[in-house]
């Protein structure tokens, strides 16, 4: 089985950064895409960023300058960096990785448990 965990969420002001993290562990061959969701109440999850096992990255719009995610393959973890965040971007963050798990040859996706950002003054 493979594990997910988020570190990173909290309050922060309007203009203000956050970094999260997401560190996958267990029975692991390969990582291939990982990547960050949000939910805010009363909304559906969208995805933030992606990034590829070759480092290729997407945004949305909205956070393109703003946002970057990364990757750590040797400690099978993902980040993304916030910065100049807004109000409307207070909600759950999840991270997101598709994972071929040991002796399988699919992929699987897991989710994290979501860790609450709340941008407010």
């Known amino acids: 089985q493979v594990q997910l965990v988020e570190s990173g969420g909290g309050l922060v002001q309007p203009g203000g950064s956050l970094r999260l993290s997401c560190a996958a562990s267990?029975?692991?061959?390969?990582?291939?895409?990982m990547g960050w969701y949000r939910q805010a109440p009363g909304k559906e999850r969208e995805l933030v960023a992606r990034i590829s096992s070759g480092g290729n990255t997407q945004y949305i719009a909205s956070v393109k300058g703003r946002f970057t995610i990364s990757r750590d393959n040797a400690k099978n973890t993902v980040y993304l960096q916030m910065n100049s965040l807004k109000p409307e971007e207070t909600a759950v963050y999840y991270c997101?990785?598709?994972?071929?798990?040991?002796?399988?040859?699919?992929?699987?996706?897991?989710w994290g448990q979501g860790t609450q950002v709340t941008v407010s003054s």
């Open positions: 267990g029975s692991i061959f390969r990582i291939n895409d």
């Open positions: 997101n990785v598709r994972v071929v798990p040991t002796f399988q040859i699919h992929e699987y996706e897991f």
